[in-house]
């Protein structure tokens, strides 16, 4: 399962700096890694309990590949853009900002899994599906996997489709906060990265005066 998910995001983490250093413009790609991202996300929604392999394993690739291209894009849109004597904080700050996104990530995706796992769990109990001895609630559903597993096959079901739908929410709001860095994505502009190292972190190399070598 780590696998499905990290390769795609490294091996197109490396595509794109090759891409990025042979071509020395990043424009395109970013808007092709947001396209990607709308794209694999939305199509994350349709995985169910029984969707066959492709779908369970060959969908989760597409948004990988879209993460991995991002992973540099950004770093090399603020250093192409940055004035010199910035490009150190401006590289910092993007770092910085990425892991406060990465925080607020985990957090709405966890909130919005929780609430609709408890809201199709009452449908569930409402139903009669789901037993009331056999309730795991929204808070306990990322650990209870053991747990469900030890209860009678009709609620396992039960449960698959809980996790199924309640996920199914989390692609659709990640879906939409994909397309608005699509959106903002269209204002990058067209730079190039050739612009040589003259930033204040660069290394510096002194020449030897003649008489010096002599």
């Known amino acids: 399962m780590l696998t499905v998910r990290s390769a795609p995001v490294a091996l197109s983490a490396v595509f794109c700096g090759i891409w990025v250093a042979r071509t020395l413009r990043f424009q395109k790609m970013t808007w092709l890694a947001w396209v990607i991202i ?3 996300t939305s199509l994350n929604a349709l995985m169910k309990p029984d969707s066959n392999a492709g779908i369970l394993f060959g969908l989760r690739v597409i948004p990988g590949i ?7 894009l950004p770093v090399f849109a603020v250093q192409s853009t940055a004035k010199d004597d910035d490009i150190g904080i401006a590289t910092a700050t993007v770092t910085f900002f990425r892991s406060v996104g990465q925080a ?3 957090a709405i995706g966890g909130t919005v899994f929780q609430n609709q796992f408890d809201k199709f769990l009452d449908e569930a ?3 009669g599906t789901i037993p009331k ?3 795991i609630t929204g808070a306990q559903a990322a650990s209870a996997y053991g747990t469900i597993g030890t209860f009678p096959e009709p609620v396992i079901t039960a449960y698959r489709y809980i996790y199924s739908d309640s996920l199914q929410t989390v692609w659709f709001v ?3 906060i994909a397309g608005a860095g699509l959106l903002v994505s269209l204002l990058v502009r067209n730079e190039s990265m050739n ?15 003649s008489s010096e070598s002599a």
């Open 38 to 40: 709308v794209t694999g």
């Open 66 to 72: 879209g993460a991995g291209f991002l992973f540099q």
């Open 104 to 106: 607020f990530g985990v």
């Open 125 to 127: 109990v409402a139903a």
């Open 133 to 135: 001895q056999f309730i």
């Open 174 to 176: 990640t879906t939409g």
């Open 195 to 209: 612009r040589g190292n003259n930033a204040k972190q660069r290394f510096k190399v002194e020449k030897e005066s």
